[in-house]
């Protein structure tokens, strides 16, 4: 079988990235231009900063990302995109930058979900085993979901209000962290120990999440303190937070192993670069015998590998997009 190269493109947020994938899962190309220090300045991402941004750097991100193959747009079989979800603004720059590419070299256009992609990064070092469970941990969802085969998609359950991520980034905030909130919600947790009694969300026996009430309720300690002039403990409520927020997502993830009897595991999205959670997570599958896989770190963020790897898949089903394709800023899998 021809072996079979997709252009893939990358642009729902603040990460202008290209890659070049070989059958599904060889990254033969791959460039990442983030705006992360850029968006710190405002405490988070600014959507029309962004947008702008990346109208400005995807002609140099494809530049770049050519000159790390010896390949030319001839030996590339189809150009892959970030369709939903997202900022609309971000994600309308990759899209018609990929239009215009299959235009003009006459390759058929792929759209490709963002979310879906995150879990496809897997592929990028061991192959998908089904039947699977991905656990998707980001700051726009916080899903279960079971998968049989390729593109087998059956939500088990997903965040009834804030995703993780989200709640993480509005916690950061709070605290006076800087963004990105995540990873700086973990190094403070770090130095902190759970002393704060914070409310557990959701104590049901669906696989649905909540944070809402979590974040809502750190913000509130915080602004009661401060008005009663009482310094908080800004690493013990992190390590709280963190705490209950990651317990929310091993006891649903327990809960679903428990029920459905799930040997294959897979994280996928932003909140799978925690450590911190990797090893809660990895403690729970090791309960249940069942193995684990989570992408390199570099894979779990916003990247165009993963588009690839999620293109693939429906380039050999021939399910391709015209030039109608527009921009989604949400978008079931």
């Known amino acids: ?24 899962h060889e990254i033969e190309a791959f460039t990442v231009l983030t705006q992360m220090d850029t968006h710190a300045e405002y405490g988070g991402v600014v959507p029309e900063i962004a947008s702008r941004m990346h109208t400005e750097n995807i002609t140099m991100v494809l530049e770049e990302t050519m000159r790390k193959t010896n390949l030319t747009f001839t030996d590339i079989d189809a150009i892959a995109v970030t369709y939903a979800p997202g900022l609309v603004g971000s994600l309308l720059v990759g899209i018609e930058f990929a239009k215009t590419l299959s235009l003009v070299y006459h390759k058929p256009l792929i759209a490709v979900n963002h979310t879906i992609g995150h879990i496809y990064a897997n592929n990028i070092e061991n192959d998908l085993k089904f039947p699977l469970l991905a656990l998707v941990v980001s700051g726009g969802h916080t899903n279960l979901i079971l998968m049989k085969d390729d593109y087998d998609f059956t939500i088990l359950g997903s965040t009834l209000d804030d995703a993780v991520g ?30 704060y009694n914070l409310p557990r969300p959701l104590l049901d026996d669906t696989y649905n999440f909540s944070f809402s009430g979590l974040k809502s309720s750190v913000i509130n300690l915080v602004h009661n303190e401060e008005q009663r002039h009482k310094k908080i ?88 997009a015209d030039f109608t394709l527009n921009a989604q800023s949400e978008a079931n899998i």
Not at 184 to 191: C, D, S, T
Not at 250 to 270: C, H
Request: aromatic share 6%; with cysteine; hydrophobic share 40%.
């Open 1 to 24: 079988m021809k072996d079979v190269y997709i252009l893939a493109i990358e642009t729902s947020c603040d990460e202008t990235s290209m890659a070049i994938i070989k059958n599904g």
């Open 166 to 195: 989200e709640a993480f980034d509005k916690v950061a905030r709070i605290l006076g962290l800087k963004y990105p909130g995540g990873p700086n919600v973990e190094k403070l947790a770090k130095l902190g120990h759970n002393t």
């Open 233 to 320: 403990n800004k690493e013990d409520l992190a390590c709280s937070f963190q705490e209950t927020a990651f317990e929310e997502i091993t006891r649903k993830l327990d809960l679903a192993l428990t029920n459905l009897n799930i040997k294959e595991v897979i994280m996928a999205g932003g909140v799978s670069a925690s450590r911190t959670l990797r090893e809660k997570v990895k403690d729970i599958t090791d309960k249940h015998q069942a193995n684990l896989s989570v992408p390199d770190m570099k894979y779990c963020t916003d990247n165009a590998a993963m588009i690839g790897c999620a293109a693939y898949p429906l380039y050999l089903k021939k399910e391709f």
